[in-house]
Nanobody
Framework: QVHLAESGGGLVQTGGSRKLSCVASGLTFSRTPMAWFRQAPGKDREFVCRISWGGLETYCVNSLEGRFAISRDNAKNTVFLQMDKLQPQDTAVYFC??????????????????WGQGTQVTVSS
């Protein structure tokens, strides 16, 4: 059974940084592309970043480029999300997700079949 566990959330001031971690088990992590999504109160869950299984290919939505970065450590079955210059609009629950076999559209929730419980990030103004 796949288990994803996020950590690193919390309260941060505007302009601050936060690094989220997601530890995975129950899957061949080193062969699984991973992604981060987020869900703000009252809004749909939205794609943030994705990383290939080897870590050589990363992609984050344009609006977050330069502030957010995804990385992974396959030796530790962990994927990270580094968030810099945080803004109040970044306040959300952040989820890591494992891509399903066969893949799909990287921004689509349906492309991912395992999810963590999420970690809350709150950016104070």
């Amino acid at each position: 059974q796949v288990h994803l566990a996020e950590s690193g959330g919390g309260l941060v001031q505007t302009g601050g940084s936060r690094k989220l971690s997601c530890v995975a088990s129950g899957l061949t992590f080193s062969r699984t592309p991973m992604a981060w999504f987020r869900q703000a109160p009252g809004k749909d869950r939205e794609f943030v970043c994705r990383i290939s299984w080897g870590g050589l290919e990363t992609y984050c939505v344009n609006s977050l480029e330069g502030r957010f970065a995804i990385s992974r450590d396959n030796a530790k079955n962990t994927v990270f999300l580094q968030m810099d210059k945080l803004q109040p609009q970044d306040t959300a629950v952040y989820f890591c997700a494992a891509e399903k076999a066969g893949g799909g559209a990287m921004r689509s929730i349906a492309t991912y079949d395992s999810w963590g419980q999420g970690t809350q990030v709150t950016v104070s103004s």
